[in-house]
């Protein structure tokens, strides 16, 4: 493993379409429930340890070489609401071609054969840790930071929130991250054994209702 | 990790002058430049001038709505299906250059599902002096400017302006009523492209896109070659 690798994949920067994506927090700065790095940070808490802790365990088990079609129905079934699974799988395809340049690798040129409108993204991070030479809990940690840096970086845009206020929301959150990274290594591991039915299901409903309003707006800044 | 391995069978990466199945793809050609300077509406007139000759569609880059593509949706240039617009997460340049990736998705699915394509126009959101394309999304790219935005803009210069393939002056009926000096644009648009082209426009007199068009071809005909 290499840990230069592991930051050329985490790095906001990594052209794979993420830029255009909030996380939900366009939504819910217009709902209200994002005024501040405080509400800020407990949004992202909640990303963390629901739709967060999800797409990190589904990360895992690919970076483990769980078989990639059976975790894409095990995402589909994990995301109730149709704008997120078009958002997964854009963000997904967007992320194929990115590692597939970057990492060129046989796995990665199969799942764009298998998946060419794209996989869950979080599928493909787990196989572009593998052609990286990463693991699953770095896989794990790209995930979880990747669901709390675009809500991060989005509200710095929608609200003018100073950006020292909103990284520092991320700072805070590094040693829960650490924990769910771990657990889902754990669980993807189990993945390897048991089969996608061991990945948790945890949900937050309003992330999801609130993708689907924003899906329906006329005039928004974000993808997603 | 393997970087000497190939990609081979599935879809190109980026600027691959092939698509996956072998053929040439489409010419793409990026327009770019500020808020108002009239790129859709140059992009509009384009598909009228070409879309008898050419096998053609748009991608645009709006801000925060649809509204250009909706513009040309309305006016009717080019079928629905021929028309894409990307969301570009409030940073339009970001969508052109840095992460082109929804860019790239789009003219790629344009091209499987209403291709073959001869050109897709490009068209990014209004932004600022600095925007440019990356070599990776665009062959070629336009840069309009408009005579109201300012005479002393060419003379200021930057990577649009003194860079792209083409840099188009636009709105020129409008120069005596906001006290443009034409020649002085001209001159330093020269001063600042060397021997790179300009075009000074008007949509509303009679050459109109004309000999924008007429650059298109010949681009299209060097990429065709």
Known sequence: MTRAALLVLADGRFPAGGHAHSGGAEAAVRAGRITDAASLEAFCRGRLHTSGVVAACVAAAAALGVDPGELNRAADARTPSPALRVAARRLGRQLMRAARATWPSAELDALAALFPKGAHQPVVLGLAARAAGLGPLDAAYCSLYEGVSGPATAVVRLLGLDPFDATGVLARLSDEMDRV???????????????????????????????????????????S | MHLDHHLESSAAVSADARRADGSRRALRIGLGGPVGSGKTATVAALCRALREELSLAVVTNDIYTREDAEFLL????????????????????????????????????????????????????????????????????????????????????????????LLIVNKTDLAPYVGSDLARMAADAKAARGELPVVLQSLRSEGGVGEVADWVRGRIAAWTA
Do not use: M, Y
Request: aromatic residues 2%.
């Open chain 1, 181 to 223: 990274a771990q657990e889902a290594v754990e669980t993807g591991e189990r993945v390897v054994t048991d089969g996608v039915d061991v990945l948790p299901a945890r949900s937050a409903p309003l992330l999801e209702i609130g993708a689907e309003a924003h899906a329906a707006w006329a005039v928004r800044l974000f993808a």
């Open chain 2, 74 to 165: 309305r006016e009717a240039v080019l079928p629905p299906e021929r028309i894409t617009a990307v969301e570009t997460g409030a940073c339009p340049h970001t969508a052109i250059r840095d992460d082109i990736s929804a860019n790239l998705e789009a003219v790629e699915d344009l091209e499987d599902e209403v291709g073959p394509l001869d050109l897709v126009l490009v068209e990014s959101g209004g932004d600022n002096l600095t925007a440019t394309f990356s070599r990776g999304l665009v062959d070629a790219q336009v840069f309009v400017i408009d005579v109201a935005g300012g005479d002393d803009i060419p003379r200021k210069g930057g990577p649009g302006v003194a860079t792209a393939d």
